[in-house]
């Protein structure tokens, strides 16, 4: 099996007396400094480490133990 994602939408509510220009610039500038949403529109690498018992647990030797 394989998770996967077709796509990503937010829905923010603001309750505010301030100027609709300044929430836009407020909620854009939440989305530009969000490193969760900045990796998924420009992914980058990633690696896991597992360890087992605190020893280092290579995920690349599949079925071999069991």
Do not use: H
Not at 35 to 54: C, K, M, S
Request: hydrophobic share 35%.
């Amino acid at each position: 099996m394989q998770g996967g994602c077709l796509g990503l939408e937010t829905q923010i509510a603001v309750e505010s007396d301030e100027p609709p220009e300044r929430v836009r610039q407020l909620i854009r500038m939440g989305e530009q400094t969000c490193f969760t949403l900045q990796a998924l529109i420009d992914p980058v690498p990633v690696e896991t480490r597992v360890t087992l018992n605190g020893v280092a647990l290579p995920m690349d030797e599949e079925d071999k133990d069991q």
